[in-house]
Structures are given as structure tokens and as C-alpha cells.
């Protein structure tokens, strides 16, 4: 008999908690188990799901709607009352109990540990494939609120979650972080030292590979939610200005669609005819963007692993990165990048310092690449896994069926 397994997340659209949500159903049904996704339904996502605050005297009641995601897996979209409030989207409600009670297993995985509330406060056993705090997935955004959006936030939304938060870390889950800033991060704010361990991301070294020939000189690249504040963005425009004052032919490609803001101050800086959008690049065009890249870059505020950095590494792509968490796992400086202060100035000189030395470059590229097959790989995180399975349910992952 096969047991079945509820994989609890975010919307499974784009970004690294998908992407962990994808590597992780496709292991668990390799390894004979019945996967299904469930996640909390969004007011921008699932409308006809959720119940704000203005809809109330309409007498809805929020709904459960079952389509398909990461090709052919069973996924579960659950709505709630007040969705703008957000720590609704965790409560366990009578909806969420129904959901779990049907399945043998459980697992989170989410950017912050708040997804695995209603497991925590129902104490069932569980596993969590976590990235960062609440504080720490939200300083940026909070910067980028308007001052009423973000007064409202640290008043009722934030205090709310910060003690939803504490409860889940105290609660009998077995944490599983990207990277090791996540753990200490984790390990500050209240989760047990004994129950966590580092599991990062893995990278399909297979996929992501280096060209097979040399990449432009000059052309260093984001890969990523452009539009996120997280992201920092305007940071690495600056550099890119700087870099262009000086002669050096350097051009900038970053993923997704044009963003109004981003392209505003590209063209107040006088560099948006060196800045390429590639718009939405499927999996299956993503290697190609990295295999393009003379320098990946890193200019974010906080990131609990960052993901396409270590599939630009793969490539073998140096990064450049500032000193935002969990790219300071893997980027080793002068062996596979350089590590840099949030300064334009910084970032500049370690983007020109490698792009000038083409045997730095290659020295730095193969590096990085090594580091994956070493760290990254598939078969290290699967071994992993199956370990902590094991210390949570005491059985045998790989002998799911009869």
C-alpha cells in the first residue's frame, strides 16, 4: 500500500519555493509515495476563493478548488476570510483539517515556517523546507509599502505572524533550512539547534551545465522576481552605471518582463539601452540564460539560499553577491565569486575585477562548477531527505509500496 503525502506551500507559480516544491514532489514519487500539493489560495491569484473584508455582508463563504501543478501532480487550492489580514491564509480551519486528515504524511515547504501553523497547532508530526524568518522576508517589503500600508503591517499583520511564528518553531516539526544563515537566523528566533538541520536547494548539474564555448565578455545577468524590493535592483543598476562611465563595455540581461519602475530609473541613470529583458523564460530556457553570462549578480537585501545562483554556478558562472545570507554558502570569495557590501561602488570594481581577467574568469567559473557537483547534487539532498524522513516518521522512504 502506498502512502499518500501532502506537500503544504505557496501558490506554485515562479520563484524558489516552487522550484523546492517541484524537486521534492518529483522525489517523493520516485520514491513510491502519492504526492499531492495543497496551498493557500490568494486574493491576487484565487479571487473566487477567498473572502475580503468588503465582500463580507455578501454572506460567502471561502472555497476548495482542485486543478494540477508541476505537470501531473494533484494540487489543492484552499481559501479564507480576510485574505489582505494574510496570517489568515495559516489558520486551521475547518477547511485545512478536513485537507490534512486525508493524507499520511505532511510536509511544508515555504519561504518562512508560517505555512506549517495549522500543523504545528494540531501537533502532527511533520517536516518543514524553510528559507528565512518573518522578519527577514519582510524588512524589504515593508520599505516598499507606502507609509499607511506599512504602518498597518508592523501594527497588525507583523506582531501576529512574529507569535504564529514562535509557535511553529516550537511546535514537533523537524526543520530542514536552505542554507546556514537560515538556521541561525531560525535558531535566534526560537527553533531548536537539535531539530534542524541544512538542506539547500539541489541543482541539476545535467541541466545546468557550462557552454560549450566561451560566454560574451561583459554580459553578467539577474535571474529572479525583478520587481521584488528584496531583489534590489536598483543597486545593481547603479553599478551597471558605473561601469558604463568608466568605458567598460559591460550589459546587463535580467529575466521577466520590463518593469516600470526598474526601467524609470535605468533610464534616469542613462543605462537602459544596456540592460536586456529576456521576458518569462521557461525551465527549459533557463540554462541557456546562465550558459549566456560572463558574471551572475546578487544584489539582493536578504536571500535565504537564492537559487539561480547556484544554477548560474553550475553553468559554470561566477557570482558576485552581496553579503545577503545564504549566497555566503557558496560563494567563496576569489574561488567561485566575490562577496561585496550593498555599494554600487563595491559591486562595480568585483564585476570589472573579474570580466578584465579572462583567467580569473575561467579559473573562478570551473570553481564554482565544482562546488555544485559537490555540494548541490541531486543524490546529496536526496540522501538527506531520506534521513530526515526517517527521524521524523521512523520509516523507510524508499519503501513507500508493497
Known amino acids: 500500500m502506498s502512502r499518500s503525502v501532502l506537500i503544504v506551500t505557496l501558490p506554485p507559480d515562479r520563484g524558489g519555493v516552487p522550484e523546492k516544491a517541484r524537486i521534492l514532489s518529483n522525489f517523493l514519487r520516485e ?34 478548488f482542485q486543478t494540477s501543478c508541476f505537470t501531473d501532480f494533484p494540487c489543492i487550492a484552499v481559501g479564507c476570510y480576510l485574505p489582505e489580514l494574510e496570517f ?13 486528515a486525508r493524507f499520511d504524511r505532511h510536509i511544508v515547504v515555504s519561504g518562512t515556517v508560517l505555512t ?3 500543523l504545528a497547532t494540531l501537533g502532527l508530526p511533520h517536516m518543514v523546507w524553510c528559507a528565512s524568518t518573518m522578519i527577514d522576508d519582510r524588512v524589504d517589503r515593508r520599505r516598499a509599502m507606502s ?6 503591517d508592523r501594527m497588525i499583520p507583523g506582531p501576529v505572524q512574529r507569535k ?33 538541520t541544512v538542506v ?3 541543482v541539476d548539474h545535467e541541466v545546468f551545465r557550462p557552454p560549450a564555448s566561451p560566454p560574451e565578455t561583459g554580459r553578467i545577468g539577474f535571474a529572479g522576481r525583478a520587481e521584488d524590493p528584496r531583489k534590489n535592483l536598483p543597486l545593481l543598476l547603479r553599478a551597471l552605471k558605473i561601469l558604463r562611465d568608466r568605458g567598460e563595455g559591460i550589459a546587463l540581461s535580467v529575466t521577466g518582463d520590463p518593469n516600470g519602475g526598474l526601467m524609470k530609473i535605468a533610464i534616469d541613470l542613462g543605462v537602459d539601452k544596456y540592460v536586456t529583458w529576456t521576458g518569462w523564460l521557461s ?27 547556484i ?51 575561467h579559473r573562478m567559473g570551473e570553481e564554482a562548477r565544482s562546488l555544485m557537483l559537490d555540494r548541490y547534487a541531486i543524490a546529496r539532498f536526496q540522501k538527506d531527505v531520506s534521513k530526515i524522513w526517517r527521524h521524523t516518521w521512523g520509516d523507510d522512504l524508499h519503501n513507500a509500496r508493497d
Open 164 to 196: 504564529m511564528e514562535r509557535r511553529v518553531l516550537s511546535g514537533p516539526g523537524i526543520f530542514m533550512t536552505v542554507s546556514s544563515y537560515a538556521r541561525k537566523t531560525l535558531i535566534e528566533a526560537g527553533m531548536d539547534p537539535e531539530r534542524s
Open 116 to 118: 506549517g501553523y495549522t
Open 88 to 100: 489568515t491564509y495559516y489558520l486551521p480551519t475547518g477547511r485545512w483539517r478536513e485537507l490534512l
Open 283 to 309: 525551465d527549459g530556457e533557463l540554462p541557456e540564460f546562465y550558459q549566456s553570462l560572463d558574471v551572475f549578480v546578487f544584489p539582493s537585501g536578504k536571500e535565504g539560499l537564492g537559487i539561480s545562483g
Open 147 to 152: 507609509f499607511p500600508r506599512g504602518l498597518f
Open 200 to 202: 539547500p536547494v539541489p
Open 311 to 361: 544554477q548560474a554556478m553550475a553553468s559554470g558562472v561566477p557570482v558576485v553577491s552581496t553579503r545577503c545570507g545564504g549566497p555566503e554558502d557558496y560563494v567563496i570569495p576569489d574561488r567561485t565569486g566575490v562577496l561585496v557590501d550593498a555599494d554600487e561602488n563595491e559591486m562595480a570594481n568585483a564585476i570589472s575585477a573579474i570580466v578584465s581577467s579572462r583567467n580569473r574568469r
Open 31 to 64: 520514491s513510491g509515495n502519492d504526492v499531492t500539493v495543497a496551498h493557500y489560495a490568494t486574493l491576487s491569484g484565487n479571487r473566487d476563493l477567498v473572502v475580503p473584508s468588503w465582500t463580507l455582508i455578501r454572506g460567502n463563504s471561502p472555497g476548495v
